[in-house]
């Protein structure tokens, strides 16, 4: 990748996926972006298993890979298919700066990181919108109802016949 990395946080972005209810980044992305192949990083993480518990990798299911190919156009049939990937999540990420030693992969780690914490801050402006909006509602609905209230009043109303108005002849 010889793009700069300030250039790299929207791919980053579009390379973290939701599988098992957690953002998490796939082995073969990462590898990529690492500039490394695929089977060494996976060599490096299977010499270092201890540093990635579950909630820091996994390996994904066949049908969770099948399923994540058919949602994802990238991932081309045959190029990624011997085996299903790990999947990093953030702190997966984080582990792995600790066993790639490269600068670009130091690089490359501090801009997954970010690209993480801004999601994260995403996530929570979402949830912040979504109550204000909730309130808005709550208020907007009030007043539609009194205003309903007053249009059903009215209707039931009795129409007593008014007075003419105007000039006798």
Do not use: W
């Amino acid at each position: 990748m010889s793009k700069s990395l300030a250039n790299k946080h929207e791919e980053i972005v579009s390379r973290i996926y939701f599988i098992r209810g957690q953002k998490v980044m796939l082995d073969f992305d990462l590898a990529e972006m690492y500039e490394v192949e695929t089977k060494r990083l996976k060599e490096a993480v299977r010499r270092n298993l201890r540093r990635f518990p579950e909630d820091f990798m996994f390996e994904l299911t066949q049908n969770e890979y099948t399923s994540l190919r058919t949602q994802i156009a990238t991932l081309k049939r045959g190029k990624h298919a011997k085996y299903p990937p790990f999947a990093f999540t953030e702190q997966g990420v984080a582990m792995l700066s600790g066993i790639l030693k490269s600068d670009m992969a130091i690089d490359v780690n501090i801009a997954i990181m970010r690209a993480f914490v801004q999601l994260r801050k995403l996530i929570d402006t979402n949830k912040e919108l979504a109550h204000k909006i909730e309130a808005l509602e709550k208020k907007y609905d009030q007043q539609f109802c009194v205003v309903f209230d007053a249009i059903k009043e009215l209707i039931h109303q009795k129409n007593e016949p008014l007075p003419k108005v105007g000039y006798k002849k």
